[in-house]
């Protein structure tokens, strides 16, 4: 923590200038009294980082980079939360800990190779000579452990995003030789963790011409952070900017229905992406109704990498919810299977209203629409 707490408070006295921009447009500052990323920043500034640690404040933190989008200073918040959380774990201090950490423990293990092609449906063609891969990620594990709890769509995501590639005439390769992508771990600050299994993935990863993951996390990862600790160019799309490419080999089947587009963090103002995923939708017949926060001004599903799943957070869940009732869509599409589950466990809460809005993952949506 000395030397990159050392990095971010030079960067904060030549930048931040304390404007409170990035507590007022926080989610979690709105439901949660006390907490503040001004006051992380402060704290940071005037050379006491260990109170960020001691706080346990740095995990009450979405990571939604909601804050950076905002920051007219371009303060790196969201690193010294990542900072931060490391030095929590090495120190054992205020460590906010997930269920799923034995979970990613077994997809990291050297022992674990999971039959991904096993369970593909048997219309979808894959090819193991492609220089196309597509990247599943833990949609195999997510889909044993969340598809009865909250009718998660689980691998039907693989399974659509293989048959969209198959309607634009790409037969990808799965490997088996596939580990998680290590974003929880690395945003956890588990950086041992986080090498393991990129150095695994690495091994094989670069062997293909084009990447093509339908997980933003995956996305992020695999294109930005493995470049960033290894240097690996990597050549990496999402489902979406992959497909645009395609659009012509896509032919809607007449269906229509009106439905908004759920912007996830890592997708839009981590990596941009806003704009192709909603011209596919259109080009599919869909008519899309935008939230009131949409695009950068996106609200986050509220629970970052399986931490902190309390009430506070449940209230960033209703509020996204409610943004999305109030477009009179019938159908919340989302790209992310992680918010597919947030979003869906709210709905399927018994102490809850009638969230009477459907959601539906991004690949599905379109799947959904076209002529086969």
């Known amino acids: 923590m000395e030397s990159k707490a050392s990095i971010l408070v030079g960067e904060y006295i030549s930048r931040c200038y304390q404007c409170a921009i990035c507590s007022g447009i926080c989610p979690k500052a709105r439901v949660k009294p006390g907490f503040l990323p001004r006051r992380m920043v402060f704290n940071t500034l005037i050379g006491h980082p260990e109170r960020v640690i001691n706080s346990g404040s740095s995990w009450d933190c979405l990571t939604c980079g909601l804050c950076e989008e905002k920051c007219p200073m371009n303060v790196g918040i969201v690193e010294l939360v990542k900072s931060a959380r490391q030095t929590g774990l090495d120190g054992f201090c205020n460590v906010a800990h997930s269920n799923t950490f034995a979970f990613y423990n077994i997809m990291a293990s050297d022992k674990v190779n999971p039959k991904r092609k096993k369970f593909l449906a048997k219309d979808v063609e894959i090819d193991d000579n492609s220089d196309v891969l597509y990247f599943m990620g833990c949609i195999p594990y997510f889909d044993i452990i969340f598809k009865e709890d909250v009718n998660f769509e689980g691998m039907g995501i693989a399974d659509n995003t293989i048959r969209l590639l198959n309607a634009a005439g790409i037969r990808p390769a799965v490997s088996e030789k596939e ?10 600050g588990q ?9 695994q993935n690495l091994e094989y990863l670069q062997n293909y011409k084009t990447i093509v ?19 690996a160019e990597l050549n990496v799309k999402h489902i979406s900017e992959y497909l645009v490419e395609y659009v012509d080999k896509l032919k809607p089947n007449g269906k229509k229905a009106k439905v908004t587009f759920h912007d996830s963090c890592r997708l839009g103002r981590f990596m941009e992406v806003y704009d192709q995923p909603r011209e596919l939708l259109s080009k599919m017949g869909y008519e899309i109704v935008e939230m009131q926060n949409n695009r950068e001004n996106a609200l986050c599903c509220g629970v970052p990498q399986w931490v902190n799943c309390d009430d506070e957070n449940k209230e960033i869940r209703r509020k996204k919810m409610k943004d999305a009732l109030e477009t009179g869509a019938e159908i919340m599409i989302t790209p992310c299977a992680k918010c597919q589950i947030h979003l869906k466990c709210l709905q399927r809460d018994k102490s809850e209203p009638d969230y009477n809005i459907e959601i539906m993952d991004f690949t599905t949506a379109l799947v959904k629409a076209l002529s086969r």
């Open 191 to 199: 950086l041992n963790f986080f090498n393991k299994v990129a150095e």
């Open 179 to 188: 580990k998680c992508c290590g974003h929880d771990q690395l945003w956890r």
């Open 213 to 231: 993951t339908s997980c933003p996390e995956c996305y992020r990862t695999l294109a930005v952070d493995y470049n960033e600790k290894f240097g």
